[in-house]
Each structure stands twice: as C-alpha cells, then as structure tokens.
C-alpha cells in the first residue's frame, strides 16, 4: 500500500506553514524593538497565559524541565527530600526532581487512563521513603488529567503538596477546571510539538500563590531582587522575547486546535471501536482529554507497529521505557511501590498520528490500515 506523505507532514513544521505570517511579523517586531530578554512580550504573555488557565500568576522560563524545578525550588524542596512522580512519563518530569537534589518515588499507573493511581501514593507512604517526601509531582499523561479529586485526598491527610506537570495537557479540564489551575503551582513545557508550541524551547509556571511566584521570579534570574545583587541563590532560566511572541501567536488559537484534536480523537474512536486487539484511550467523565498524544494499548503492538511503519504509517512509542527502566534513573525503584500496570503498560503502548492540522482522510487511512492488519506479524 502507497501512503501519499503529504499527508503526515510533521506537526511543528505544518504549524509554522500555516501562521508564517503572522510569526513573521511578530519576530521581526520583537527584532526592531531590541529588548530581547523578559521585555514587554514575555509579560504580555505571562498575562495571557496565566488568564488562559484560570490562575493570577504565571513565570516564563526556558523550558518545560526548568519549570519543574523552579517550581520545586520555589517550595523549598531539596536534598534530604522526596517527591512523588509517576514512573511512566517523559523522563524531563524525573530529571527536574534530581537537579533539585530531591530522590523521586515511582508511582504506578491506572491502566485505563495511564495517569497515577491514588492507592499507589498511599502505598509509597508506607514504603522506605515515605517520611521523606513533601510533594506530588501529577503528570496529566498525553493530556488526561489525573484523578484529582482522589489524590487530592491523599495529599490534604498526609500534609504532602499537589503539583502539576501540564507539560501535554494544554487544554484539559477536570470537573470544567483547566489543567494548571489546579494544584498549589503547575509546569508547562511549550516543545515544539506541544499544544501550544514555541519555536524552540519555551516553559512556564502557573500559581494562584503571589509569594511562590515572587520566589520563583528571584529563581530564574539569578536570585535577583535588584539588578545585579543575588538576594537567593538563583539560576538562568528566561523565557525570551522571540518565544514569547510566538507563543501569543499560537495561543489565540489554541482552544480550537485543543477541539480540532479532540475530533480526530473521535474520529478514531469511532473508526476502531469493536477491534480486538485495540484498546482507545479512556475519558473520564469529569475530565476532558487535550490529546497531546493519543495512544491506543496493543497485545501484539511489535507486530502492529511494523506493520503500520511498513505502510508509511508515522506510528511512536510514547515512552519506550518507563523512568525506572532506565539506567539513569533505576537506582530510585528501591524507594517505590509496585510498578506492575506501568511495566505492563509500556509493552502495549502505541501512538498514533495526531495533530490539528491532519486532515480526516489521514486518519481515516490509518483506520483503514489498522483494520487490513490481521493482527500477525
């Protein structure tokens, strides 16, 4: 089977074709001005970002892994301490932990939703490291939320902080509430191939907390309160100029390419409802899923991918590896409970192409092919 690849072009570069323009004049303004560094683009955007998720403060860093870590930093977390993350996650969620000095503690996911399970967290509390950790770390995985109001339990009886991770999540509500609104602070990254997606790299942090946010400001420029005297210890994390103009760009849009994302979803959803060897994606019901990624489950998911890469078909593995099949990050497993549906999980993942500016006969012909496979190798 020929697959025309005008089809999947790749989503940043497609993204960039269609606003062009408009980029093109915002770089070229932020270009003559000559303020290059957290100007009058950067605080525009914080402005529009922090009214986008329902929150009064959001901080522009350079990308979504210093996001994490400022956020900790913000809270006084480090060395000697814990936090709680999912072992299934883009690795930069474990990375950000350690650069604070923080051990993370793996927690297990639910196999329908792939996010953390609240009954994991009560288990890590009883395990090794559980009088060590102060805070949560709540990956909503490929852009479904977690269960909050389960975890949000665990956390108010134990003192331990809820955070966010809405580095895919863009978008997404739970219970009519966006994601980033939620926990005592949020991380985005804005990656290239994000809902909301710079052009390079990009990140933020959102809080309804103005003393955490001030913090966090200090942080990123070297623990600055004026100019050139580091009052704290701080780092150099800047969101810039150009960036910040292309995000405003993007996100003047982005609650249509969030629902034009949520309709190819249904697209497949309907297209493969009834297969047996393919599982969709689960939506909770008080939740909307942004569908940075969607990922189907596959018993056979080798022989599918093959079959689907051999017929020009741009499938993924979104991750082919949890964090503590890692060997960066393996020594970490002796403070975790079991992690048994995240081993199982990532021997069946598969992603699927999606972004907003696939047409329907793309998914429809990924469709077609899932169905002419007879499920051998």
């Not at 108010?156 to 809820?162: A, S």
């Not at 009519?176 to 990656?191: K, M, N, P």
């Not at 949520?262 to 297969?275: F, I, K, S």
């Amino acid at each position: 089977m020929e697959v025309n690849a005008s089809l999947f072009t790749p989503y940043p570069l497609e993204d960039y074709c269609r606003r062009e323009s408009e980029i093109g004049v915002a770089v070229s303004g932020v270009l003559q001005r000559g303020h290059y560094i957290l100007g009058g683009e950067v605080e525009a955007f914080e402005k529009e970002w922090a009214a986008w998720c329902g929150v009064e403060q959001a901080i522009g860093v350079a990308n979504g892994t210093d996001a994490i870590e400022l956020l900790l930093l913000g809270l006084g977390i480090g060395p000697g301490d814990a936090v709680a993350v999912p072992s299934h996650t883009a690795v930069a969620s474990v990375s950000a932990i350690r650069r604070t000095g923080a051990d993370p503690v793996y927690l297990d996911l639910d196999p329908a939703t792939f996010t953390i399970r609240p009954d994991s967290l009560e288990e890590a509390l009883r395990g090794p490291a559980g009088g060590r950790l102060k805070a949560v770390l709540a990956v909503h995985i490929y852009g479904h939320p977690v269960d909050w109001t389960g975890l949000s339990a665990v956390c108010e009886n134990h003192g331990l902080i809820l955070l966010e991770d809405g580095a895919q999540s863009h978008g997404a509500t739970w219970q009519g509430q966006r994601v980033g609104s939620l926990g005592r602070g949020a991380a985005f990254s804005f990656y290239p191939t994000k809902n909301l997606g710079a052009i390079g790299d990009a990140g933020a942090i959102t809080t309804n907390d103005p003393a955490l946010a001030a913090r966090i400001r200090e942080i990123r420029q070297y623990g600055w309160r004026e100019r050139y005297i580091s009052a704290v210890e701080g780092v150099n994390s800047r969101l810039d100029e150009l960036q910040a103009a292309i995000l405003r760009i993007k996100l003047a849009s982005l609650a249509e390419s969030v629902a034009r994302r949520q309709a190819l979803a249904a697209r497949y959803r309907e297209g493969l409802a009834g297969h047996p060897l393919v599982h969709l994606p689960i939506v909770r019901e008080d939740r909307t899923h942004a569908f940075h990624l969607h990922v189907i489950r596959c018993p056979q998911r080798d022989a599918l991918m093959a079959f689907l890469l051999g017929r020009g078909i741009p499938v993924a593995l979104h991750y082919p590896a949890a964090v503590h099949q890692q060997p960066g990050y393996a020594r970490f497993l002796s403070h975790s409970p079991g992690l048994e549906e995240t081993e199982k999980a990532v021997r069946g993942i598969l992603t699927l192409p999606l972004h907003p500016w696939l047409s329907d006969a793309a998914v429809d012909l990924v469709i077609e092919t899932i169905a002419a496979w007879s499920g051998e190798a």
